[in-house]
């Protein structure tokens, strides 16, 4: 049977991806490289040659010494060729070979020659490869000749000496500083390269000098820059200027503002942008500034050229964020991008949309939203579902036309990054909208009898179990959770078994119904859903037998496990069979994530337990067992913390000391790992010496001197105190090393006999609030939150004066507190006005803490916080208001 005939144009998917680089081999190429040897040079194919080679260095093919010195010698060999493509390939190749010092001797010459040709081209070149090869003392010969191109009349050599500056700013700023004059010469010139080149060379000439910027910006601007290019880069330090200036004086005009406001009507577009751009990041910027470039901004939405569109969109996009009401001017025109052919140019229209929109548009929003969806991908929806989402916590009213508009797109079709997003959206809404969650409830539902992802389908079911046995109706939702049980995988049915057994402990008439479900997990071929049915079933008291008390099953169910998983973790691994079980309170509770290892200068050895294994309760169970052999400390009682290592010495001295707090319920324990760096000398009889005279309620009662301190081998000394039991003290301490000196003989290693006294002053330390606090994460903050309920509640509000942030403020007060951050709230959205942050912890006496701290800041950077504590005592709850406002 007769083939078919294949067209040619049937193969052009294959011919696209033809390189005609493919299968070279660094061998087969030097081998070709003798061609540079030829008598007769072929430049075509020595061409080709060069660029082989070019294509295997920028491949990261590397060339040994002798190699690349063969093909360096075998190139210098081209300058006899008078092609001039060649020659350009010439000045690539050895640019990129980067030859030796004794090497460049070879090619200088050609190159000098080729730097005062008559041919601009070789000119240019020779400069830029000179200046990359060139060391320090051939710069100077040629230095003469770099100041004469600088000011040269072809603008092709002028810009290859301007650039080369540049680069040789880094390596050799001394020689590169002495051609100033030139350089402010060649600003003035009229080639738009040149000039920005010039500008460029010259700012970093003198950017380390903030007067000598202040008057280069002052000059310029009333000058002409006739370059759009170099007017950008003018704008750009007007701007780095305007923010010096502004940092340092309060009030008044800005400086230089009005030259922004005049470039907004340069005939360039680019100066245009950037002056607007410039316009909208200055600090503190009022409406009253920002009206004119909103206004260009706006002109430029409904520009012909994509790249205006969208560098106008995102612009406003980000100014939304702080000033929706200067944005919402420009709503008419970006709803009309809304259909925009790019879908970039679109999604940040919605987005800004959504950030400047009032309650009214809400619902008009969302129809031309519906149709836009199906265009776009998934990162794209992602996008647009967070602001949909700050857009319903922003217009709680709404929360129906908008948790209809995330039920709708969760049928369609999508990723697990953009499921996940739409349905983080709606337990949010949930979470924070009372109203809204019997219809966000009853969407979810829908969306695990048809979902894909095994991961959103067991976080639905655990979320169904906290929140459904409390609505009006909670037997609608057991037909949806059984139907996993039916139909799922066996990790969603696990996860399905789970909230059946919250749904019978919370509510009594459903439970006969639950036990009739649990009883045919029962016979699940699957021991996790085996196991989980027969343990709940127990829990709840199936067929009358006595199971655990209603508190217990809610505490076992809903309670969170208050000890970091990691922890657990290591804890199991250690642990060995035997007649004992294992006592999850002998679990430590501190998160700890660099327990012992700080960073230290390099090259060091870490002073103390330097060999303590990394895993955090080692760490833990290291000092307790250490603190507890020593006699004087063992009556102390449970350790019940340890802080991380503070530095008490410079990184590079010849001694390193830093102390480690370990806090007990009366006491304090002082460990000082100390290391000697000096290989010529022996401490002995080494003491820290403590004054404590600014922490009043701390006395001292033990001192444990460490004998010997050889060189880089770590020690420990140990100092304590007895505070007021239960007691949050704290108090400054200084402190001074005092030992005794030996020298050491170099050859045997001996140490002499005789030896002096000697001291060396430490820095300070403290004993804060902070060290009374562990670490300890919760997985269901609100869970938590309602379980100790409202009697230790203590709600205060405070004034944080002025911050230039509100990040900075809430890190201010997670160190003061010395609290976990719980569900990723320690991170604050790049310009956010307000913020809430849930920290949870133990406090000294074992007594649980959590916070919530709401902050808000206003025009002048004034932050306001209210902080809600609630702890299992409210003794508790009031010192840590006192430690707030002392902090």
Known sequence: MAQPLVKKDDDRDDEAEYSPFLGIEKGAVLQEARVFNDPQLDARRCSQVITKLLYLLNQGETFTKIEATEVFFAVTKLFQSKDMGLRRMVYLIIKELSPSADEVIIVTSSLMKDMNSKTDMYRANAIRVLCRITDGTLLGQIERYLKQAIVDKNPVVASAALVSGIHLLQTNPE????????????????????????????????????????????SLTRGTVRSPLAQCLLIRYTSQVIRESSNNTAGGDRPFYDFLEGCLRHKAEMVIFEAARAITELTNVTVRELTPAITVLQLFLSSSKPVLRFAAVRTLNKVAMTHPLAVTNCNIDMESLISDQNRSIATLAITTLLKTGNETSVDRLMKQITNFMSDIADEFKIVVVEAIRSLCLKFPLKYRTLMNFLSNILREEGG???????????????RDIPDAKESGLSHLCEFIEDCEFTYLSTQILHFLGNEGP???????????????VILENATVRAGAVSTLAKFGALVDSLKPRIFVLLRRCL??????????????LKCLGDEGEFGESDKDVKDFLFGTLDLPLSNLEASLQSYEPSEEPFDINSVPREVKSQPLAEKKAPGKKQSGLAAAPSAPTSVADAYEKMLSAIPEFSAFGRLFKSSAPVELTEAETEYSVNVVKHIFDGHVVFQYNCTNTVPEILLENVNVFVDASEAEDFTQVYSKPLRSLP??????TFVSFEKPEGVPAVGKFSNMLKFFIKEVDPTTGEAEEEGNEDEYQLEDFEVCAADYMVKVG???????????????????????????????AVSAVINILGMQPCEGTDVVPSNSRSHTCLLSGKFIGDVKVLV??????????????????RSEDPAVSDTIHEIVANG
């Open 175 to 218: 020689i590169v500083k002495r051609w100033s004059n030139e350089v402010q010469e060649a600003v003035q010139s009229r080639a738009a390269l040149v000039q920005f080149h010039a500008l460029a060379l010259l700012h970093q000439i003198r950017q380390n000098d903030r007067l000598a910027v202040s008057k280069l910006v002052t």
């Open 416 to 430: 697990f990054e953009y499921k996940k997003a739409i349905i983080d959206s709606i337990l949010i809404l949930i």
């Open 470 to 484: 409390k609505t009006a109706d909670p037997s609608k939702y057991i037909r949806y959770i059984y139907n996993r």
């Open 523 to 536: 016979y699940d071929n699957d021991d996790e859903v085996r196991d989980r049915a027969t343990l709940y």
């Open 711 to 716: 060189y880089d081998s770590p020690g420990q």
């Open 778 to 808: 919760v997985s269901n903050f609100r869970n938590a939150w309602e379980s100790l309920g409202p009697d230790g509640e203590r709600v205060d509000e405070y004034g944080l004066g002025v911050r230039e942030s509100l990040a900075e």
């Open 852 to 869: 919530r701290l709401s902050f808000g800041i206003d025009g002048p950077k004034q932050v306001a916080m209210k902080l809600a504590v």
